[in-house]
């Protein structure tokens, strides 16, 4: 009896089941796939920074993820789709890849429900050997930051403008005044600042053309390290000075800024009419590996003097008798 009732409950099931039914329930998944992209410097090492792969986009559902150097780029075709074979030119773009460079990998024929695993390893960076690698730099307008004249009150001075300078000082005398005065001053450059270092892949350790032909080798990390220190000093220095008999005078000091931006640059190397290598002569083929900015500081100090008016024709200057007279000291006090 319970092989009857056992008979009967299978029966019911398949008459529940239309055969549209049962070809859905049996429809295989679309073809699919990954492929494993690697991109590395000539020599292998990985490369670093970020970087894109294009040339996928044929791949039915495809997207893609990236980690460190790698990527991997997945596709799905339609349930119970297909995929052709496919050649692709995939191609890595980077911040540290000068030029774009491709790697071919070929997509075979997929029927519904296989799946392949691919991998493409792409080299990318330059030969230094082939470019030129030269210092450029470029100066601002210098800008006077800084300036002051002695101020001692202990001498007669007289109302005159020439230089910028509305008062001066009054030797009227036949001998001459030496003294000594202490001065700002500030000499060097500044920290770099708004640097710029592309790291390009085979521009580690370049060649620098330096006077005479040299060429030093330096890794560009380090040229930027150098030039972004600070080499700045300042302080105060004596300045030992003597005014001429019969002449009017200032002691002055001025500070200036110049705003600079040096630029390590490398420039493809081509063959002149005689078959030798030299760097291109067009300008966009000069490309710009690292750069820093920095501010220049330069101090200008000493006497200035001019004949007194009201002792003409006594003036000589470098003139005059000696007579030991050193109180011509003072402060500098400046006009910001």
Same mark, same amino acid.
């Given at each position: 009896?319970?092989?009857?009732?056992?008979?009967?409950?299978?029966?019911?099931?398949?008459?529940?089941?239309?055969?549209?039914?049962?070809?859905?329930?049996?429809?295989?998944?679309?073809?699919?796939?990954?492929? /494993?992209?690697?991109?590395?410097?000539?020599?292998?090492?990985?490369?670093?920074?970020?970087?894109?792969?294009?040339?996928? /986009? *044929?791949?039915?559902?495809?997207?893609?993820?990236?980690?460190?150097?790698?990527?991997?780029?997945?596709?799905?075709?339609?349930?119970?789709?297909?995929?052709?074979?496919?050649? %692709?030119?995939?191609?890595?773009?980077?911040?540290?890849?000068?030029?774009?460079?491709?790697?071919?990998?070929?997509?075979?024929?997929?029927?519904?429900?296989?799946?392949?695993?691919? *991998?493409?390893?792409?080299?990318?960076?330059?030969?230094?050997?082939?470019?030129?690698?030269?210092?450029?730099?470029?100066?601002?307008?210098?800008?006077?930051?800084?300036?002051?004249? %002695?101020?001692?009150?202990?001498?007669?001075?007289?109302?005159?403008?020439?230089?910028?300078?509305?008062?001066?000082?009054?030797?009227?005398?036949?001998?001459?005044?030496?003294?000594?005065?202490?001065?700002?001053?500030?000499?060097?450059?500044?920290?770099?600042?708004?640097?710029?270092?592309?790291?390009?892949?085979?521009?580690?350790?370049?060649?620098?053309?330096?006077?005479? +032909? %040299?060429?030093?080798?330096?890794?560009?990390? /380090?040229?930027?390290?150098?030039?972004?220190?600070?080499?700045?000093?300042?302080?105060?220095?004596?300045?030992?000075?003597?005014?001429?008999?019969?002449?009017?005078?200032?002691?002055?000091?001025?500070?200036?800024?110049?705003?600079?931006?040096?630029?390590?640059?490398?420039?493809?190397?081509?063959?002149?009419?005689?078959?030798?290598?030299?760097?291109?002569?067009?300008?966009?083929?000069?490309?710009?590996?690292?750069?820093?900015?920095?501010?220049?500081?330069?101090?200008?100090?000493?006497?200035?003097?001019?004949?007194?008016?009201?002792?003409?024709?006594?003036?000589?200057?470098?003139? +005059?008798?000696?007579?030991?007279?050193?109180?011509?000291?003072?402060?500098?006090?400046?006009?910001?």
């Amino acid at each position: 009896m319970k092989k009857i009732f056992s008979l009967i409950a299978l029966a019911g099931v398949i008459a529940a089941c239309t055969p549209e039914q049962i070809q859905t329930a049996f429809k295989l998944a679309g073809a699919k796939g990954a492929i /494993d992209v690697e991109v590395v410097k000539l020599n292998g090492d990985p490369i670093e920074g970020q970087f894109q792969i294009a040339g996928f /986009d *044929a791949l039915p559902g495809s997207s893609i993820a990236y980690s460190g150097n790698k990527a991997v780029i997945t596709f799905q075709a339609a349930e119970g789709a297909s995929v052709a074979l496919t050649d %692709l030119t995939l191609t890595a773009t980077g911040e540290n890849i000068l030029f774009p460079v491709s790697g071919k990998v070929t997509v075979p024929a997929l029927v519904p429900g296989q799946e392949a695993k691919l *991998a493409c390893r792409i080299r990318v960076g330059e030969t230094v050997g082939e470019w030129y690698f030269g210092e450029e730099g470029e100066a601002g307008e210098t800008e006077l930051v800084q300036s002051g004249l %002695l101020a001692n009150p202990h001498y007669t001075t007289f109302a005159y403008s020439h230089a910028g300078i509305e008062s001066w000082y009054v030797n009227n005398s036949e001998f001459m005044l030496s003294g000594v005065v202490e001065v700002p001053y500030k000499e060097g450059y500044t920290a770099g600042y708004d640097v710029e270092f592309h790291d390009y892949a085979g521009f580690e350790t370049v060649y620098v053309d330096y006077i005479w +032909g %040299l060429s030093v080798p330096m890794a560009v990390k /380090d040229w930027v390290e150098a030039m972004s220190a600070e080499d700045l000093e300042e302080g105060t220095a004596k300045i030992n000075f003597k005014v001429s008999a019969w002449a009017m005078w200032n002691i002055y000091d001025e500070i200036y800024r110049t705003p600079i931006k040096a630029r390590l640059v490398a420039i493809p190397l081509v063959k002149d009419e005689d078959g030798e290598l030299v760097p291109s002569e067009n300008e966009a083929d000069k490309k710009v590996v690292a750069s820093v900015s920095y501010d220049k500081f330069e101090t200008e100090a000493g006497l200035i003097e001019l004949p007194y008016p009201e002792a003409a024709g006594h003036y000589v200057k470098g003139q +005059g008798h000696e007579n030991g007279a050193t109180n011509a000291g003072g402060g500098i006090s400046f006009n910001e």
